[in-house]
């Protein structure tokens, strides 16, 4: 039985969008296929640029895609960027060298991916993005994964990033405690000298009269 797993997510701004990206290229490893699906304006090309980001490529390596129907880039693993909007058939996708591509040594994402379904293995990753009617900003972003591999990135994708850890606070010091003042000394009890009686001074006798 083939493994499969779904998230349903919300992004509230483009830059919410490419940070989804951003968090789907750190994950990406050799052999992953990505479809990405949605209408013109749906964040599509965010995801990608952000996934590139997350796996390393040059922000200005990534091209525009409406220049580019294949294109590689390299990061930390390489990673592949289709866009079929201009693909009329198979026949035509085949002469650009994409099948070449599909399971491979880099990553595979491929923009407008539901033109030809049949262009993509069952076991892959399903980004599809709708815009919500009364908030222009917002994407809803559902997340599908089929088979072991990709139901895993679906799951971790659809978790959402890790909160970051709060530092401990630092322990306050400890007041330092006053240092008991020294007893005072006490006085010296002082005796009383015994007062020396003095002898009355001797009375000399007056010589006899004679």
Same mark, same amino acid.
């Given at each position: 039985?083939?493994?499969?797993?779904?998230? +349903?997510?919300?992004?509230?701004?483009?830059?919410?969008?490419?940070?989804?990206?951003?968090?789907?290229?750190?994950?990406?490893?050799?052999?992953?296929?990505?479809?990405?699906? #949605? %209408?013109? #304006?749906?964040? +599509?090309?965010?995801?990608?640029?952000?996934?590139?980001?997350?796996?390393?490529?040059?922000?200005? %390596?990534?091209?525009?895609?409406?220049?580019?129907?294949?294109?590689?880039?390299?990061?930390?693993?390489?990673?592949?960027?289709? %866009?079929?909007?201009?693909?009329?058939?198979?026949?035509?996708?085949? #002469?650009?060298?994409?099948? %070449?591509?599909?399971? #491979?040594?880099?990553?595979?994402?491929?923009?407008?991916?539901?033109?030809?379904?049949?262009?993509?293995? &069952?076991?892959?990753?399903?980004?599809?993005?709708?815009?919500?009617?009364?908030?222009?900003?917002?994407?809803?972003?559902?997340?599908?994964?089929?088979?072991?591999?990709?139901?895993?990135?679906?799951?971790?994708?659809?978790?959402?990033?890790?909160?970051?850890?709060?530092? $401990?606070?630092?322990?306050?010091?400890?007041?330092?405690? +006053?240092?008991?003042?020294?007893?005072?000394?006490?006085?010296?009890?002082?005796? +009383?000298? $015994?007062? $020396?009686? $003095?002898? &009355?001074?001797?009375?000399?006798?007056?010589?006899?009269?004679?």
């Amino acid at each position: 039985m083939t493994t499969a797993a779904t998230a +349903k997510l919300a992004t509230g701004s483009a830059r919410a969008t490419h940070a989804l990206g951003v968090r789907l290229g750190r994950l990406l490893e050799p052999g992953d296929v990505v479809a990405l699906v #949605g %209408d013109l #304006g749906a964040g +599509k090309t965010q995801l990608v640029r952000g996934a590139c980001a997350g796996a390393g490529v040059r922000p200005g %390596d990534v091209s525009s895609p409406s220049f580019a129907i294949v294109a590689t880039y390299a990061g930390r693993i390489p990673v592949h960027h289709a %866009d079929l909007y201009r693909i009329g058939d198979e026949d035509e996708l085949y #002469g650009t060298g994409f099948g %070449d591509l599909v399971g #491979g040594e880099g990553a595979l994402l491929v923009e407008w991916a539901d033109r030809i379904p049949t262009a993509l293995p &069952p076991e892959k990753l399903t980004l599809t993005l709708r815009h919500d009617a009364r908030a222009p900003d917002v994407r809803h972003v559902v997340i599908e994964g089929v088979g072991d591999r990709h139901a895993e990135l679906a799951r971790k994708l659809g978790a959402g990033p890790k909160p970051r850890s709060k530092p $401990k606070p630092k322990p306050k010091p400890k007041p330092r405690s +006053k240092p008991k003042p020294k007893p005072k000394p006490k006085p010296r009890s002082r005796s +009383k000298s $015994k007062s $020396k009686s $003095k002898s &009355p001074p001797k009375s000399r006798s007056k010589p006899r009269s004679r």
